[in-house]
């Protein structure tokens, strides 16, 4: 039986605080009945991945819609990992899909991160104290045991491991190696701590686990609903050898102190729940509720569910900024996969947030939901189609100077007749869907310029090049700009009547040959001439725009070219 006194004096003697200080530190949150404190806690590794987004707004929604608090904690543990400026990148890509931190890491003025809150510091990596206090309490109450064997040693025994594990699918021995393996590791006595660490040598901190995985513990996840999962017997690392703690131990702590009450994170982390509600009971910790998040999935070539993986398309947060989403149609998008009734409730509510969305967590669906750019797109048409000419004539042109300079400057040299274009068929019961994205909208209105304007379709061979002619003469002889759309179209029905080109669309269809043609013929001869295109928003607003002398000069120039 070891000296546990000793051995934590022996181990930790730097550690001079105790856990009750720590709990004075950290004071319970004083929040309204039923409000939910949450967050997002990621490893600075890399950029945001969709299948984070998702967690993250089920957080941030679920704190917000309760009246608590979403907090960030960056779990910076593993330095080895860590990418140099992900933490500011997560931080701002967030922010570009409404979520908001109330607390934790933030941006500071001077671009650096910083805390806000008394629950900090937020940043892993700077509260080894707070971990090694709760470490050493562990050892005093004889649950955690010091293992001298190096990072390296282990991690060779892991190769090891893993290579006899593509071998030999004999468990049954495995099983006993490691049991063995764990019993010897324990026996370590006094005189040999007391020696190595004479010696200074490092040490890993190890739970001593008392589950028995014969033994299953009931749980409820709040997605994935009641389970059953066999206690943990494995004695895992609780802090490196650096004296930095692993996940594990750390989420514990830290979740506890910070007052979180759902722990919202990627069903990755089931496995190793075992381990999870072993700590809270060891440490004497209330358990958090937990919702774990199925994964997103993809179809691939073969329509075989696939996870989305971090090099899909559509996986990268910022993917979408440079391919022009909007990130309120990619927050529209992430709430139609996460509950089951949004898309009817946006139905009835189409001009409110998606924030006055009761989200409910019974309606999350617990296996993978499906990624789809198809979906993606159609909600998009949907979001922008609702927009105003000036929103979108803002957002259009901030994205354009981003990743299209020309085309951005061209918006910007005329805010006004850009807005007047994206106004076309803007507003009423049925808006124009034209625009999936950003980058759609060069294709869509960029014949109003002159300096993009090509002519991207031809007439038919069908047509008489004499009736086009004719057709584009009459039409600047009649054109008037103070005309209605009423007495614009009058005029264009009258050049198809002296032609032989009906307006009577029902004569027309019952019998198309009676006729050269039909006044749509007509409209059309225009447009190309006009847009350079088959298909334009209404021509009428089009011309309006356009005005007389640029209408006339692409008629003039269609008609030399016949
Ligand atoms: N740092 C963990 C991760 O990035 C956080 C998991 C959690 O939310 O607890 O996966």
Redesign the pocket.
């Known amino acids: 039986m070891l000296d546990y006194q000793r051995l934590a004096e022996l181990l930790f003697p730097q550690i001079t605080t105790t856990t009750a200080d720590m709990e004075a530190r950290f004071p319970q949150r004083v929040l309204p009945e039923g409000a939910k404190v949450t967050?997002?806690?990621?490893?600075p590794t890399g950029f945001v991945h969709f299948g984070?987004l998702f967690?993250t707004t089920v957080a941030e929604r679920l704190a917000h819609q309760s009246g608590g608090v979403l907090y960030l904690r960056i779990?910076d543990t593993d330095a080895k990992r860590e990418v140099p400026g992900a933490a500011e990148g997560l931080i701002k890509t967030l922010a570009t899909y409404g979520i908001e931190f109330d607390e934790g890491a933030i941006i500071g003025e001077d671009g650096k991160i910083c805390d806000k809150g008394i629950y900090g510091p937020y940043k892993q990596s700077m509260r080894a104290e707070i971990y090694q206090t709760y470490a050493k309490q562990l050892v005093l109450e004889g649950k955690a045991y010091p293992c001298f064997t190096t990072e390296e040693e282990l991690e060779e025994l892991h190769a090891i491991d893993k290579k006899a594990e593509i071998k030999n699918t004999d468990w049954q021995a495995e099983a006993e190696a490691r049991q063995t393996e764990k019993l010897a590791r324990r026996a370590i006595t006094m005189e040999e701590i007391e020696e190595n660490i004479a010696k200074g040598n490092p040490f890993v901190l190890r739970i001593l686990a008392d589950g028995d995985p014969e033994k299953k513990i009931k749980f409820t996840d709040l997605v994935k609903g009641n389970m059953e999962i066999p206690e943990n017997d494995e004695d895992f690392v609780l802090l490196k050898s650096d004296g930095i703690p692993t996940?594990h131990f750390a989420?514990a702590i830290d979740d506890h102190l910070m007052g979180t009450t759902h722990?919202?994170?990627?069903e990755?982390?089931l496995p190793s729940l075992a381990k999870h509600l072993q700590l809270f009971r060891y440490l004497g910790f209330k358990t958090p509720k937990y919702m774990h998040i199925a994964q997103i999935m993809r179809l691939d070539e073969n329509g075989n569910k696939k996870k989305l993986s971090k090099r899909d398309m559509g996986a990268n947060m910022d993917d979408y900024t440079r391919l022009g989403y909007c990130p309120e149609a990619v927050c529209e998008y992430v709430m139609t996969l996460l509950n089951s009734n949004y898309e009817e409730w946006r139905m009835q509510n189409a001009d409110k947030s998606y924030k006055d969305f009761p989200f409910n967590i019974k309606k999350m669906s617990c296996s993978g939901c499906l990624f789809d750019f198809n979906k993606l797109g159609d909600v998009s048409k949907n979001v922008i189609s609702k927009m105003s000419a000036e929103e979108v004539t803002e957002k259009v042109t901030a994205w354009a100077l981003q990743f299209d300079a020309e085309f951005g400057k061209l918006l910007e040299s005329d805010a006004e007749f850009a807005k007047a274009i994206f106004a076309i068929g803007r507003g009423g019961k049925k808006p124009r869907k034209d625009l999936t994205t950003w980058a759609d909208a060069k294709a869509y209105m960029g014949f109003f310029y002159d300096e993009l304007f090509t002519l991207e379709d031809s007439y038919d061979e069908k047509y008489d090049r004499a009736d086009i002619k004719a057709t584009l003469e009459k039409f600047i002889e009649y054109f008037d700009m103070a005309d209605d759309s009423n007495l614009w179209f009058e005029k264009i029905k009258a050049i198809g009547a002296e032609l032989g080109y009906t307006s009577d669309m029902k004569a027309y269809k019952a019998d198309p040959d009676a006729f050269k043609g039909s006044v749509a013929d007509i409209s059309m001869f225009i447009r190309v001439a006009v847009t350079g295109k088959l298909n334009s928003p209404d021509m009428y607003s089009v011309m309006q725009i356009l005005g007389r002398d640029r209408v006339v000069a692409r008629i003039e120039n269609m008609i030399n070219s016949l």
Request: proline share 12%; no cysteine.
């Open positions: 967050r997002f806690a990621p490893s984070g967690p779990e996940y989420h722990v919202i994170r990627g990755e982390w």
